[in-house]
């Protein structure tokens, strides 16, 4: 009787050590069809004629407009939500009032909204027959199909990363210093630069690593609002699509490995930030 029960004690430690092994296995190879092997597609379409066409096709004038007008948009569309960001982050922790909830909800609209949804709301309200069109189109000032929608559409995505970042760590910063400051006789301006800035910026820098590369490789609302117009508004993700659609599939894969870098860094740059924190919290 015992010998059955060591047995069959022995046969479900054995199933029970292979249920993580087949787990890790699964997510391999889930995460390798899904992410790995494109990425490496990616990358060998590139360069399978070498690495001159590579370049070469780097060197493009719609290439590089739209790298251009990429950087342009992140540019822009960065310090708007930097602000945006910390003075929501601000009011949010360090105020209660009513509608918070509300507000915190509107924060994550861009989350929960697609973002070709956001273009067409964009349009409804600043195209030629939206809410303001009309008074627009009286005053010379085109926001559709233009570069000032497309800074629209890049700041309404890229909105929540700086304040979702900054809103927990002062949460847990709590207001005690900020006091002890002001107490001193610290303006609010010297309280802001030399107490909590110092104090929140490893998850600002990460909300600001988020934000650009959200800026950067944004496709849906951008492609809405600006019409995917070759050297006038195309940015760097309509670029791909586009030449792709033309069967210039190596430019759009040269211009794809451009973006994949991008993430690449962004992935670095994130990990970096985490073990920052990390080293930070332990201390």
């Known amino acids: 009787m015992n010998s059955r029960m060591n047995n069959s004690k022995a046969k479900s430690r054995e199933q029970k050590s292979w249920v993580p092994t087949i787990l890790i296995v699964v997510a391999i190879a889930y995460v390798s069809l899904v992410l790995y092997i494109p990425a490496l597609n990616v990358f060998i379409q590139a360069f399978s004629r070498g690495v001159g066409p590579f370049f070469a096709n ?3 004038p719609e290439f590089l407009h739209a790298v251009q007008l990429t950087v ?15 003075c929501a982050a601000w009011a949010l922790t360090r105020h209660r009032f009513p509608g918070r909830a509300f507000v915190l909800s509107l924060i994550d609209l861009p989350f929960s909204i697609s973002p070709v949804v956001a273009g067409l709301m964009i349009v409804l309200l600043y195209g030629r027959q939206g809410w303001f069109g009309g008074w627009l189109q009286d005053r010379g000032l085109n926001i559709i199909f233009a570069f000032p929608g497309m800074v629209l559409a890049t700041a309404f995505v890229s909105m929540p990363f700086v304040a979702r970042e900054v809103i927990p760590v002062l949460e847990e910063l709590g207001s005690d210093q900020e006091e002890a400051a002001k107490t001193l006789g610290a303006n609010d301006w010297q309280i802001f630069w030399r107490v909590t800035l110092p104090n929140i910026r490893w998850g600002l ?5 988020l934000t650009n590369a959200r800026a950067m490789g944004e496709f849906g609302a951008v492609s809405v609002v600006s019409g995917n117009i070759s050297g006038k508004t195309q940015s760097l ?18 211009a794809a490995v451009l ?25």
């Open 58 to 60: 780097l060197t493009r």
């Open 72 to 86: 342009m948009l992140a540019a822009i569309a960065l310090p708007l939500n930097t602000v945006f960001g910390l």
């Open 237 to 254: 993700p309509l670029f791909v699509e586009d030449a792709y659609k033309q069967y210039e599939t190596e430019a759009a894969y040269s």
């Open 259 to 283: 973006l994949a870098l991008l993430a690449v860094v962004t992935l670095v740059l994130k990990e970096i930030l985490e073990r920052k924190t990390r080293i930070k919290d332990v201390e």
């Open 205 to 209: 820098l990460y909300g600001l690593i």
